[in-house]
């Protein structure tokens, strides 16, 4: 097996949310073992017009209906990830902290399916990832990952680029391994491109300036803080951002909450 490095290389992972949505669906339906999706996902295919083996040329009125649609989706499924209105979401009462595991289950089942799927949970995770496993929603000590995201400042305003921001890691992070802030840009979901290499900070490669009491203030924004160069993540002026935190191997205090990140407050 070759394996293949992708660090510093540019590429695009994000799906259109214009009509050409539909004709990506419709490539890799054809190019696909027809099986790759289930009957009742194929039939909703079929119903605007995308089949294994036919053309797609929907006529002028489809077309304006399915431009509408996917701007539709697209607002949705972002105003679902940025802003849940689901308060089993939030990590602690007002808190902007939320999971990417709504429920707790990898596949978003009510009650082991008993409940049926958590559709809104599902779109959440998958407009911004990609992959999911159990491993990922399981609590495990010391070993694997977790995860909260934040698109918010204390006072529930939406992160912007042109504005400054700090954000306290109290100390004794329940980290076994390390870990990790990253600014995200919210319309590719994928990490802010900015002047730094990285727009992001971890306590294993950064060297960090600590406070007294043994935690760390991390600051957002366009302009370098005076004095606080270490710890500063470079935002886009104009542009909106939010942030995953990042525990690997965490620990019973993550779990049992008796440890929380800080809020992200607005530096005036």
Same mark, same amino acid.
């Given at each position: 097996?070759?394996f293949?490095?992708g660090?510093?290389?540019?590429?695009?992972?994000?799906h259109?949310?214009?009509?050409e949505?539909?004709?990506?669906?419709w490539?890799?339906?054809?190019?696909?073992?027809v099986?790759?999706?289930?009957?009742e996902?194929?039939?909703?295919a079929?119903?605007?017009?995308?089949?294994?083996?036919?053309p797609?040329?929907?006529d002028?009125?489809m077309?304006e209906?399915l431009?509408?649609?996917?701007?539709?989706g697209?607002?949705?499924?972002?105003?679902?990830?940025?802003r849940?209105r689901?308060?089993?979401a939030?990590?602690?009462?007002?808190?902007g902290?939320?999971?990417?595991?709504?429920?707790? *289950?990898y596949?978003? /089942? %009510?009650? !082991? $399916?008993?409940?049926?799927r958590?559709?809104?949970?599902? &779109?959440?995770?998958?407009y911004?990832?990609?992959?999911?496993?159990?491993?990922?929603?399981?609590k495990?000590?010391?070993r694997?990952s977790?995860y909260a995201?934040n698109a918010?400042?204390?006072?529930?305003?939406?992160l912007?680029?042109?504005?400054?921001?700090?954000?306290?890691?109290?100390?004794?992070?329940?980290a076994?391994?390390?870990?990790?802030?990253?600014?995200?840009?919210?319309?590719?979901?994928?990490?802010?491109q900015t002047s730094?290499?990285?727009?992001?900070?971890?306590?294993k490669r *950064?060297?960090?300036? /600590? %406070?007294a !009491? $043994?935690?760390?203030?991390?600051y957002f924004?366009a302009e &370098?803080?005076?004095?606080?160069?270490k710890?500063?993540?470079?935002?886009?002026?104009?542009?909106?951002w939010f942030?995953?935190f990042?525990?690997?191997?965490p620990?019973?205090?993550?779990?049992?909450k008796t440890?929380q990140p800080?809020?992200?407050?607005?530096?005036e």
């Amino acid at each position: 097996m070759e394996f293949i490095s992708g660090s510093h290389q540019a590429f695009n992972t994000i799906h259109a949310n214009d009509f050409e949505f539909y004709e990506e669906i419709w490539q890799v339906l054809q190019k696909e073992p027809v099986s790759f999706l289930d009957p009742e996902l194929r039939g909703l295919a079929a119903a605007i017009g995308i089949r294994k083996g036919q053309p797609f040329e929907p006529d002028a009125r489809m077309k304006e209906i399915l431009i509408e649609a996917v701007a539709v989706g697209n607002a949705t499924a972002r105003s679902i990830l940025l802003r849940p209105r689901d308060p089993e979401a939030f990590y602690y009462e007002n808190s902007g902290w939320f999971t990417a595991f709504v429920g707790g *289950d990898y596949r978003w /089942l %009510n009650d !082991d $399916g008993v409940g049926g799927r958590n559709l809104d949970a599902r &779109t959440m995770f998958f407009y911004f990832a990609t992959v999911n496993t159990p491993a990922m929603a399981a609590k495990m000590i010391g070993r694997g990952s977790q995860y909260a995201i934040n698109a918010t400042d204390k006072d529930g305003n939406y992160l912007e680029g042109g504005k400054s921001y700090r954000l306290n890691i109290p100390k004794d992070v329940p980290a076994g391994d390390f870990w990790s802030v990253v600014a995200y840009d919210p319309q590719t979901r994928s990490e802010l491109q900015t002047s730094q290499e990285f727009p992001s900070k971890n306590n294993k490669r *950064d060297d960090l300036d /600590l %406070n007294a !009491d $043994g935690s760390v203030d991390l600051y957002f924004g366009a302009e &370098t803080p005076a004095g606080k160069e270490k710890n500063w993540v470079e935002t886009v002026p104009g542009k909106g951002w939010f942030t995953a935190f990042r525990l690997y191997g965490p620990l019973e205090p993550w779990f049992d909450k008796t440890w929380q990140p800080g809020e992200i407050e607005l530096v005036e």
